[in-house]
């Protein structure tokens, strides 16, 4: 019988720190109204000084298995997406995860794909669960944001925000239940729209220090780009798997800017009621901020088992993509 991906069960988790807009005006030449205005954004939450990616991540891990109805013993894999992972290099995120959840002796790695990085890695589940290779895998969705802004740079320091989010995707014969359709992409081209310089460079015994690697992006071309290639991906994925927007239960872009949202959205005709937005409560959290709104809308009881969401992500690389999920809860 032929083997399809479920996203089983879905779990965010938030650090304590809420920081508002008005926090930053005290530091920086920006005000609230320029902020909600331009982005959407009213708070996000930064992370404590001793809590790093691997952490938050593994909170969600956690209930993210138990609510698969799973023991950790029972994963068969670990992948973590992230742009702020506890160490530079190694080891990666993903292990120190696992370590933490009490998983030892199975695979573990993490993916760089900014916050494209949820969609990438239902990529990566659906081949291994529809090859056969595992029955169920942990993905996790984590970042520390805040550990790589530059808190002097107000086009990027206001946008982001910490957390992580997790789902268990396992095998099922069920195709009503299982992701229906993944599409990834990515451009190089573009690599320094949204970036991170590296903090050493040089080889042998010249070994250059460069200023701490903060995160730069060039606001306003990354805006249009993503405006514009969302919109084509999403229809083409909607297209490709003959499914109209009046068929999709919950539209959950990527959670970077209300406006970029709102004109997707408006070009492919969602209600409001279709559209999942957190992103005036979490800010931007990367390759957390698709798995965290769709843990938001399953906590307040609005997602079911058997509902359809369509998802889109764009972001450093540049990477993109976008995901139609039965939720199979
Ligand atoms: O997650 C990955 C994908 N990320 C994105 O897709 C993010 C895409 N970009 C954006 O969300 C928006 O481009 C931003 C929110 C980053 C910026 O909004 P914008 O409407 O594109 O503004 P802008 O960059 O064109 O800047 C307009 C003005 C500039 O001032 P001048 O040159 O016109 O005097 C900026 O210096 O706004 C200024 N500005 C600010 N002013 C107050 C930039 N940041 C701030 C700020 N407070 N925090």
């Known amino acids: 019988m032929k083997k399809y991906a479920s996203l089983k069960s879905i779990a965010s988790y938030i650090p304590s720190r809420c920081v508002k807009n008005s926090d930053f005006e005290a530091v920086l030449d920006t005000t609230d109204e320029w902020i909600r205005k331009r982005t959407g954004i009213?708070?996000?939450?930064?992370?404590?000084d001793d809590e790093n990616s691997s952490d938050l991540g593994t909170k969600a891990a956690k209930l993210a298995i138990e609510r698969a109805g799973l023991a950790v013993g029972d994963i068969d894999l670990v992948i973590v997406a992230t742009l702020s992972p506890d160490y530079l290099g190694m080891p990666s995120t993903a292990c120190l995860l696992s370590a933490k959840l009490g998983i030892r002796n199975k695979p573990a790695f993490d993916i760089s794909t900014a916050c494209s990085g949820f969609i990438y890695l239902l990529s990566l589940a659906k081949s291994f669960i529809?090859?056969?290779?595992?029955?169920?895998?942990?993905?996790?969705?984590a970042e520390k944001v805040s550990s790589i802004l530059d808190?002097?740079?107000?086009?990027?320091?206001?946008l982001f925000g910490d957390g992580a989010g997790a789902a268990?995707?396992?095998s099922t014969t069920e195709q009503d239940k299982s992701i229906l359709d993944v599409h990834i992409s990515s451009d190089g081209t573009y690599y320094?729209?949204?970036?991170?310089p590296r903090t050493l460079k040089g080889s042998g015994f010249l070994q250059e220090r460069f200023s701490p690697q903060y995160l730069q992006m060039k606001g306003n071309e990354t805006f249009k780009l993503a405006v514009k290639t969302l919109t084509n991906d999403v229809e083409n994925i909607m297209k490709k798997n003959n499914i109209a927007s009046k068929d999709i239960d919950f539209f959950i872009p990527h959670q970077a800017n209300l406006r970029i949202i709102s004109a997707v959205g408006e070009q492919l005709k969602f209600s409001s009621e279709q559209v999942v937005i957190t992103v005036e409560k979490y800010g931007n959290t990367s390759a957390a901020s698709i798995p965290m709104a769709m843990n938001d809308i399953y906590e307040s009881g609005r997602l079911k088992a058997g509902d359809l969401m369509l998802l889109d992500a764009f972001g450093g690389g540049l990477t993109w993509g976008s995901a139609l999920v039965y939720f199979g809860a």
């Not at 009213?42 to 404590?48: E, G, L, N």
């Not at 595992?134 to 993905?139: G, P, V």
């Open 42 to 48: 009213q708070t996000r939450y930064f992370a404590s």
């Open 130 to 141: 529809e090859s056969g290779t595992y029955e169920n895998i942990l993905i996790v969705g």
């Open 151 to 158: 808190f002097k740079d107000r086009s990027t320091c206001v």
């Open 168 to 170: 268990v995707i396992t």
């Open 192 to 196: 320094d729209y949204l970036f991170t």
